[in-house]
């Protein structure tokens, strides 16, 4: 104790959670006193006034930490460190309750190992509690719980370890609860359940899930397809009514015109600039008219010729890997089963040719192939120069030309590069193509 003290000041007890002091001489504060413990900070508060003797200056206590036990608190100026009050000494547990309560006991974590339920709790208001705790076993057994030696947390407070031990009997057929008690508190701090399921059925619930996805990603997929194509159909149609109708119009005018005698007026006045200007776009018409015929004629064609889907094109579907290249020469794998949508699927097919670059894990392709659900006729043709194997797919003769949306292959032989050779390569792999293309009828 300074002599600077002079001792005006002196606990006397503790109530209603905070350190009541009695004025032992006319004291006069108006300052920051911060109480310590074992120099840790637990309590910061505000005193000002004139104190005459005997008058109680009561000071609350926010926390308490993990110390040992009997320890002084300390009281102190906060601007220069010097002490106003003589040290209040903590003594028991008891008085660490009455002063800042139970406090709030939380579990951080629960887990089984061995047979043994461990957990880690904290208590960030009083440090020096240690409580007693119990389990209850599927909410019916109470058993004691083991709590283990306090830790003093850097932040305040202190964290200990609990554990309670298992039975045998404890795990029935539906499995395990253990609920975790604090003498003191409503309800349980913390719960951990083990319940047993089949793995048949949760395995079986997994596929079914899986199955479920794959085929709404590949229903939606066709719906945006099919909705694009059509959409496409629709524009090209418009467009060629409108055509057609500017072709009908120019060729009517410009044939009535023709069809009219005009006869010769001598000395009729030449015609003025507006009226030059409306025959010359007249003219105009006419000969554009005439280049569109060339260029529908031409389209007709072209519509004959067959329509080579681009490699990496959308309309490369579900079952496709990405394009590679070999020798300049650019082409797909494909898995088990692949579709490639119709790029006119509103125009009658006839067939559609498949140039095969490359077979793995057999001699030939082995395929199935479906214009959406009919089966297609597959014929081979290896070409006379050593170019790749071609493969013409054709509809039925009773079905022959039909419409379709999407063309579906489905190979019979395939194989993994990681499973047949070792390699790093886990795709699975049947055929590589190099073109497809669609033929339709006139």
């Not at 504060?29 to 310590?36: E, F, G, Q, R, T």
């Not at 083991?146 to 009997?169: C, I, N, T, Y």
């Not at 959409?231 to 023709?258: H, K």
Request: aromatic content about 6%; overall charge negative; hydrophobic content about 45%.
């Amino acid at each position: 104790m300074t002599p600077d003290l002079a001792v005006p000041i002196r606990p006397v007890g503790i109530a209603y959670q905070t350190i009541r002091m009695s004025c032992v001489g006319r004291a006069e504060l108006d300052d920051v006193i911060v109480a310590y413990i074992n120099g840790i900070k637990v309590g910061e508060n505000y005193v000002g006034g004139v104190f005459n003797v005997g008058a109680i200056i009561e000071y609350p206590i926010q926390y308490l930490p993990h110390v040992d036990l009997p320890s002084d608190i300390r009281f102190a100026r906060m601007r220069d460190g010097v002490e106003i009050a003589s040290p209040f000494t903590l003594k028991t547990q008891e008085d660490a309750i009455a002063l800042v309560g139970l406090g709030d006991v939380r579990i951080e974590s629960l887990s089984i190992e061995h047979g043994v339920v461990r957990g880690v709790a904290i208590n960030r208001v009083n440090g020096l509690l240690r409580p007693e705790m119990f389990a209850k076993i599927n909410g019916v057994v109470p058993r004691g719980v083991v709590v283990e030696q306090h830790r003093l947390l850097d932040d305040g407070g202190a964290s200990f370890q609990f554990h309670v031990r298992l039975e045998p009997q404890d795990l029935t057929e539906n499995g395990l609860a253990v609920d975790v008690y604090v003498v003191g508190k409503d309800g349980p701090l913390s719960s951990i359940v083990y319940r047993r399921a089949d793995p048949d059925d949760s395995l079986r619930r997994v596929i079914q899930l899986e199955s479920r996805l794959d085929q709404n990603q590949q229903a939606t997929g066709y719906q945006i397809q099919a909705l694009d194509n059509e959409i496409t159909a629709r524009i090209e149609l418009l467009q060629d009514r409108i055509d057609a109708f500017i072709e009908y119009s120019a060729s009517l005018l410009f044939d009535r015109v023709a069809a009219t005698t005009v006869e010769q007026v001598d000395g009729a006045p030449a015609l003025d600039g507006d009226r030059q200007r409306k025959m010359q776009m007249f003219l105009d018409l006419v000969k554009s008219g005439a280049r569109m015929r060339g260029t529908v004629a031409h389209d007709r064609a072209d519509a004959a010729a067959p329509h080579v889907v681009p490699l990496r094109s959308g309309a490369f579907s579900h079952g496709w890997y990405d394009v590679e290249v070999d020798d300049g020469e650019e082409y797909r794998w494909m898995s088990s089963e692949a579709i490639v949508f119709n790029p006119m699927p509103e125009r009658k097919l006839v067939e559609v040719q498949i140039a095969v670059f490359g077979i793995y894990g057999a001699e030939l392709p082995m395929l199935n192939c479906f214009f959406d659900g009919v089966p297609a006729n597959i014929l081979r043709e290896r070409s006379a120069t050593g170019g790749p194997l071609l493969l013409k797919l054709q509809a039925p003769k009773d079905k022959a030309p039909l419409s379709c949306d999407m063309l579906r292959i489905e190979s019979m032989v395939s194989a993994s590069p990681a499973t047949l050779e070792g390699l790093s390569d886990h795709r699975l792999l049947s055929i590589a193509v190099s073109q497809i293309a669609f033929s339709y009828a006139e």
